[in-house]
C-alpha cells in the first residue's frame, strides 16, 4: 500500500487552476523528486500535500501507517523573520511541537533524540548559536534536523540547495541519501535533473507536460523526444 | 540620595496606594513583557495599539451606560476584538492592517464623543478625565484593594498560562506553517495569544492608560532583542527590563511627582538606547 496517494488533484488559488488532474503515489522507502519550471506549481503541490492549502479537485491520502501530521518538511524559503532571537536547540526541539499534544514541556527522550539529529546532520557544535547568524547551509541543516524530529516516517523538501555552493549542495545530498537510505521517504522538489537521476528512485515533472514514473522510464523519455511526455504518460515501475 | 531613600521608605510604609502601585505596576510590566516578543517577532505590534483603544472605547461606554465595574465590559469586548483581529489569520493580512486602523480610531472617536456628551465624573474636566484615561496620569495611585486583587489573580493567570505554553507560543510563532503542517494546533494557540493579550492590555489600562500600552508591550522585547539571541534569554531579558523600568518610572514619578505611564515609556527608551548600543558593540557594524 502507498505512503502518499494524490488522485486527480487539482490546485490552484482562487479559483484560478495551477495544476490539474494530477495523479501520483508514493511509497515507503522511495526518493521521488518532483522537477518542474519556476511557477509550474511545485510548492503549491507540496503546500496541499501538508494541508496547509486544500485541494481544488481530488484527494490526497495518507497509508501505510503514516499519519497525515508525519509528515517532516522543509520549507523553500525561510518564512522565518530575519531578526528571530532563536537558538538552534529551541529551533530543533520545536519539531516535536506535533506530538506533545497539550503537555507543555518536552520530554527527556525528545531532548535525546533532538540532541541525535543534530549530531546527524552534524550540527551539535552549533547548538547554542543563533539561529539567523548562521550561513545558508547551516541553516537548511538545522531545519532538516527539525523535520527529523517531526518524523521518521516521511521528508518533503523544497529546493533543499537551492542558494548553497557546489561543495555543501553535495554535502546536502549525501545527508539526505543518508536519511533515505534509513527507510525515510524523501519527497524532493529541484532544479536539479541532474542530482534527481543519481539519487532518486522516481520522477514527477509538472507543468504544460505531466510526467510520473521511475527514475528510468524517465531517463528513457528524456533522450528520446527531450521534455516532451504525454499529458498522462509515464507507468509506475515498482 | 539617603534621605530619597527614606522619603520611599516612608511611603512606602505608611501610604497604602504606594503599595498598591508597586505590586500592580510590577506585575503588570511582567505580563505585557512576555507576549511583547511574540507580538513583535510576527509582526503584530499594531494589534496591541488597536486593542488598546478599543479598551478605551469600551471604557467610555462603560462610563455613560454607569456600570459600577467596568471591567465587567471593557474585558470581553476587548477579547472579542483581540479574538477577531487575530485570529482572521495572516492571509488576509492587508485587509487585517485596515481592519485594525478602522476599529482603533473608530474606538477611540467613539469613546471620545461619548465623554464629551456625557461627562462622568461631574467634575466638568472632560479634557482632564480623557487625558488620565489615555495616558493613565493619576489613577494608578488611585487604585483600590480590589483592583490590587484583581490585577494580582490576572497575572499570576497570565503568567501559569504562559509557562504552560511557552514551547507552543515559540513553535507558532517561529514558523506557524511548520507547526500546522505537522499536527500543532496553531489556531487554538493563537487563540490564547490573543486572549492573553487582551486581558494584559485591559490591565495594563490602569498603569500606563490607553495611549501608552503598546509601549510598555514592545520596548522591553525591543531592548532584548538587541542584545540577547535564543527565544529563552529574550523572554527573560524583557521580563526583567520590563520590571526594572516599571519600579524606576514609579520611583522617580512618586519623587517627581510626573505622571506615571508616560515616566515608564521614559525609562523604557533610555534602556532601549543603552540595549540598542550594547548591542552595536557585541555585534560588531553588522545593520
Ligand atoms: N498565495 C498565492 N496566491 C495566489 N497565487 C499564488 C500563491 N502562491 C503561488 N501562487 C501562484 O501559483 C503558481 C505556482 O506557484 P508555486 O510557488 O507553486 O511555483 P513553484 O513551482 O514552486 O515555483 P519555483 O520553482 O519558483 O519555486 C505561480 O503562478 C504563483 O504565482
Ligand atoms: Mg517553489
Known amino acids: 500500500m502507498a505512503q502518499l496517494t494524490c488522485d486527480s488533484v487539482t490546485l490552484g488559488y482562487e479559483g484560478k487552476e495551477i495544476l490539474t488532474d494530477l495523479s501520483f503515489s508514493v511509497s515507503q522507502g522511495d526518493y521521488l523528486c518532483i522537477v518542474g519550471e519556476n511557477g509550474s506549481g511545485k510548492s503549491t503541490l507540496m503546500k496541499t500535500i501538508l494541508g496547509l492549502h486544500s485541494p481544488m479537485k481530488g484527494t490526497i491520502t495518507t497509508g501505510d501507517g503514516l499519519k497525515p501530521t508525519e509528515i517532516g518538511y522543509l520549507p523553500q524559503q525561510t518564512l522565518v523573520q530575519r531578526d528571530f532571537p532563536a537558538s538552534v536547540r529551541e529551533i530543533v526541539i520545536s519539531g516535536f511541537q506535533g506530538k506533545c499534544g497539550i503537555r507543555p514541556f518536552y520530554s527527556k527522550e525528545e531532548k535525546r533524540q533532538a540532541a541525535e539529529n543534530m549530531k546527524k546532520m552534524r550540527i551539535e557544535d552549533l547548538a547554542k548559536r543563533c539561529y539567523r547568524e548562521l550561513s545558508g547551509g547551516q541553516q537548511q541543516r538545522v531545519l532538516l534536523a527539525r523535520a527529523l524530529c517531526a518524523t521518521q516516517k516521511m521528508l518533503l523538501l523544497d529546493e533543499p540547495v537551492a542558494g548553497l555552493d557546489p561543495k555543501v549542495t553535495a554535502e546536502m545530498y549525501s545527508l539526505i541519501n543518508e536519511l533515505h537510505s534509513e527507510g525515510i521517504t524523501i519527497i524532493m522538489i529541484s532544479h536539479d535533473i541532474e542530482a534527481a537521476m543519481r539519487y532518486a528512485t522516481h520522477v514527477l515533472h509538472i507543468g504544460k507536460d505531466v510526467f510520473f514514473g521511475s527514475k528510468e522510464s524517465f531517463k528513457r523519455g528524456m533522450f528520446m523526444d527531450g521534455f516532451s511526455f504525454n499529458k498522462k504518460g509515464g507507468e509506475r515501475n515498482g | ?287
Open chain 2, 1 to 287: 540620595m539617603v534621605e530619597v531613600f527614606n522619603k520611599l521608605a516612608d511611603y512606602f510604609q505608611n501610604v497604602p496606594a504606594v503599595r498598591y502601585a508597586f505590586i500592580v505596576g510590577i506585575l503588570i510590566a511582567l505580563c505585557a513583557s512576555l507576549l511583547g516578543v511574540t507580538l513583535v517577532l510576527k509582526r503584530f505590534s499594531f494589534i496591541g495599539d488597536g486593542l488598546s483603544h478599543v479598551a478605551f472605547g469600551a471604557m467610555a461606554v462603560a462610563a455613560v451606560v454607569g456600570l459600577t465595574d467596568n471591567m465587567l465590559l471593557i474585558m470581553p469586548v476587548t477579547i472579542i476584538c483581540a479574538v477577531l483581529l487575530l485570529a482572521t489569520g495572516k492571509n488576509s493580512k492587508i485587509k487585517g492592517d485596515a481592519s485594525v486602523a478602522m476599529i482603533s480610531v473608530g474606538a477611540l472617536a467613539i469613546g471620545y464623543l461619548l465623554m464629551n456628551k456625557f461627562p462622568v465624573s461631574g467634575s466638568g474636566n472632560v479634557a482632564g478625565d480623557v487625558c488620565s484615561t489615555l495616558f493613565g496620569s493619576t489613577s494608578i495611585l488611585s487604585l483600590t484593594e480590589t483592583d490590587v486583587w484583581v490585577t494580582i489573580i490576572l497575572s499570576l493567570i497570565v503568567l501559569v498560562l504562559f509557562v504552560l505554553f511557552y514551547n507552543k507560543i515559540f513553535s507558532v510563532t517561529f514558523d506557524e506553517d511548520f507547526a500546522r503542517a505537522t499536527g500543532t494546533k496553531a489556531g487554538l494557540y493563537n487563540l490564547i495569544i490573543a486572549i492573553i493579550i487582551a486581558v494584559i492590555i485591559v490591565l495594563a489600562m490602569n498603569v500606563v492608560g490607553s495611549l501608552l500600552i503598546s509601549a510598555l508591550i514592545i520596548f522591553p522585547a525591543l531592548s532584548a532583542m538587541r542584545v540577547f539571541k535564543s527565544f529563552r534569554s529574550v523572554t527573560v531579558c524583557a521580563a526583567c527590563v520590563s520590571v526594572f523600568c516599571a519600579s524606576t518610572g514609579i520611583i522617580i514619578s512618586i519623587i517627581d511627582g510626573t505622571p506615571v505611564g508616560s515616566t515608564i515609556v521614559a525609562v523604557d527608551i533610555a534602556v532601549f538606547v543603552v540595549f540598542w548600543i550594547i548591542g552595536l558593540i557585541k555585534g560588531g557594524v553588522k545593520r
